[in-house]
């Protein structure tokens, strides 16, 4: 809903998005509470040289919402009149961030339940799956503002708020590494709704080589280029730091990956980003180069360092401690004059240096994987959908399915919960799909388990076995594994009999892959009513139920076809078409 004209031009009050904590105001003499942003500037190069000495002294909190993104704003879009950029910060502008944020949302999330569980599909840009569970979950703890809670976790609400703003940073902005980026999100959101920390990330992004390294190669070209600034620095610190392995790109994580929000405290990471949001990676650069002060070449001589944790373990000493001025910091940050002063890489130098080690950069970068939980499989509708309704399940299908359908959605066309628990019915509602999902709710003794199987072929009765190596086993909840085909070319014909049964359609039965035992892979009986699962020779598979559960009862069957999301059209084409299995 857009504002009352007459507030329109009122700032953006800042609100706490991940913890949902109150923010206290504070008197501010040099920023008004609508735009201009600065006051009494005579040009744009006057406002924007004042908005960095002002940022330097610190921002009041229910202002930084609407400084921050108009800062970044400006940064990014130095071509464009101030007065566009601060009106990114005010509530005339709000409505039209939340309206965009909503089609980004709907783009990410075709699901609205998805968003409940974004927590578990969300990237970690570089940070490692194991680095952004510790980040949600634990290493905020200490930044939750009601005392009453202090030390307690990121809330439910504020983890889907950072997850859902990962997302969208992935799968719409494209970003693939930026291993900086969640903790710089976590940061916003303590000051923004979702829609204004999304926009502020995305005009960062846009003028990345101002802000924040954007893919492996500039993480890389950080370090070298922080490696030789510490030599120009300081030559002892630099030997010292360079045989104990903190001038590596893991060695470095603590600055350049996580923003300083595991040695710096609350009150200063967020006086920081006040700087940052104005200053960019040049503020960065300075900060820690700021660092070799806090322990002087006559201290580090009798320190026995040993590792990088050793050097961050002293470094933590110093600016945790509660006698540790930030504002002190700073003026060793900007000193003003004296050989110190120049020995601070200058914007125009950190540029030339970050690209001069790009060379170096793509030699000696290790290879970089993405855990990342692919985006789930989307619901043509979910009403009736049980046992694909978590997020979780359908991340697992994206993951599993051949290349061609993994953007594809899901539509129930069986259930034993609508269409009964029969095979007349089950082949009935299959027999016109070529590509299925089968998922399967089996009853163990301690709870149940998530199992199935994909078709490449439809299921229709048949007296020979069919289907091809496109099949595969699953189980998708609990410990998802996938059990692809695998093909031999041994000379031996009966094992090849064995290992090619795909699919096998009964009137009383079907299964999935076989053993020279007689049992199967995946096996449903008795009208879908009991299955059985155990190790077979094409597929090379566990028990889905594992050991000591081969044979179980069944609750819930359903099964899927695959739709495109482009037109909403069945993969398979033709609905009336029923597949035809002769001669096969």
Known sequence: MACDPADSNRFIRSV???????????????????????????????????????????????????????SVVRVANPHQPIQISDS????????????????????????PSDRM?????????????????KLIHTDYNKWNPCPSNNGAPIPESGKRSLAAVLCAVQQVLGIEYCPL?????????????????????????????????????????????????????????????????????????????????????????????????????????????????????STLK?????????????????????????KKQLDIMYPKFGKIAKRYPRRKLLKQAVSFHGKWALENMSLYID????????????????????????????????????????DLIYSTEIHGRSFAAFYKECRRTKHTIILIEAILSEGSAT??????????????????????????????VCYNWIPNFSDDTEHQAIREQFMVARHDFIAMGANSGGTNGLRLDNDLASGESYPTVGFENEPLTKAGHERFEVGVVEVYRMMREVDGKAVDGNDDLIWDLEGI
């Open 117 to 133: 569980d974004a927590v578990a599909v969300a990237p970690d840009l570089g940070l490692t799956q194991n680095g952004l569970y």
């Open 371 to 410: 855990k990342t939980p692919p985006k789930p499989t989307g619901l043509l509708n979910d009403k009736h959908v049980l046992l694909a309704k978590p997020t979780a399940v359908r991340s697992n299908l994206a993951k599993w399915l051949p290349t061609p359908l993994k953007t594809t959605k899901l």
């Open 451 to 480: 199992i199935g199987m994909f078709a490449s072929h439809a299921w229709i009765v048949h007296p020979s076995s069919f289907g091809d190596g496109e099949c595969f086993l699953f189980r998708a909840d609990p410990d998802p």
């Open 302 to 326: 009798s320190l026995k360092l040993t590792n990088a944790e050793s050097w961050w373990g002293e470094i933590r000493k110093k600016t945790l401690h509660p006698s540790f001025d930030f």
């Open 181 to 297: 980026l969640p903790d710089i999100a976590c940061i916003l959101l303590t000051h923004m709704p979702e829609s204004v920390a999304y926009t502020t990330l995305r005009e960062m992004i846009k003028s990345s080589s101002y802000f924040i390294p954007v893919c492996q190669k500039d993480y890389y070209s950080w370090c070298k280029s922080f490696e030789v600034f510490v030599m120009r620095m300081s030559s002892y610190h630099f030997t010292v730091l360079k045989e104990i392995g903190v001038l590596t790109p893991e060695g470095l994580e603590p600055m350049f990956k996580r923003f300083f929000t595991t040695i710096l405290k609350r009150g200063d990471v967020l006086h920081f980003m006040d700087i940052f949001v104005v200053d960019g990676s040049k503020a960065v650069f300075r900060l820690a180069l700021s660092f070799l002060q806090l322990v002087p070449k």
């Open 16 to 70: 706490d998005t991940l913890f949902g904590g109150k923010i206290q105001p504070h008197g501010c003499p040099w920023f008004s509470d609508e735009a201009p942003l600065i006051l009494g500037a005579q040009s744009d190069k006057q406002s924007l040289r004042q908005l960095k000495q002002k940022s330097r002294l610190g921002l009041p909190p229910q202002l930084r919402c609407a400084v921050w993104i108009s």
């Open 88 to 111: 990114y910060g005010t509530l005339g502008t709000r409505h039209i961030l939340d309206a965009a944020w909503d089609s980004v949302l709907q783009a990410v999330f075709a699901n």
